[in-house]
């Protein structure tokens, strides 16, 4: 998707679900992380797709996302929680796919990324 690309349905549910009543770039940011908790369905399985400096996974393994990481959301970087190695920890959200998600799941990534895009 380009950066012109505009998905209204995705718009709409953005403006009247998830930033709804939001007078800061705070309580937007709380706004998308209450969203993505409760719109994803944990755990489920992920994949990474590309290597960021502040996450050990490289690209192409696979962890069990289990949660919402507790790492303050911002409205550029949400952090999720995943099983690795033998620990869980906080990596971007934005670096993963999901394997294999419910709807919900899908969703809620594909709303976060193409917030990321805007």
């Known amino acids: 998707m380009t950066r012109e690309d505009r998905d209204e349905e995705r ?4 403006e009247m679900r998830i930033t709804v009543d939001t007078y800061s770039p705070e309580e937007a940011a ?3 992380y209450a969203y993505l908790d409760d719109t ?5 399985e992920a994949r990474c797709v590309t290597e960021r400096e ?6 192409g393994e696979t962890v069990r996302v289990v949660g919402m990481s507790s790492t303050e959301p911002t409205l550029s970087q ?3 929680t995943v099983e690795w190695i033998d620990r869980e920890l ?8 999901p394997i294999e998600p419910s709807d919900n799941t899908e969703q809620a990534i594909a709303d976060w990324h193409y917030w990321l895009e805007r």
């Open 40 to 44: 994803m369905e944990f755990p489920f």
């Open 54 to 59: 502040e996450s050990p996974l490289k690209e």
């Open 90 to 97: 906080g990596v971007p959200l934005e670096q993963l796919e």
């Open 11 to 14: 718009e709409e549910r953005i």
């Open 78 to 80: 949400m952090h999720v």
């Open 30 to 32: 709380m706004g998308w």
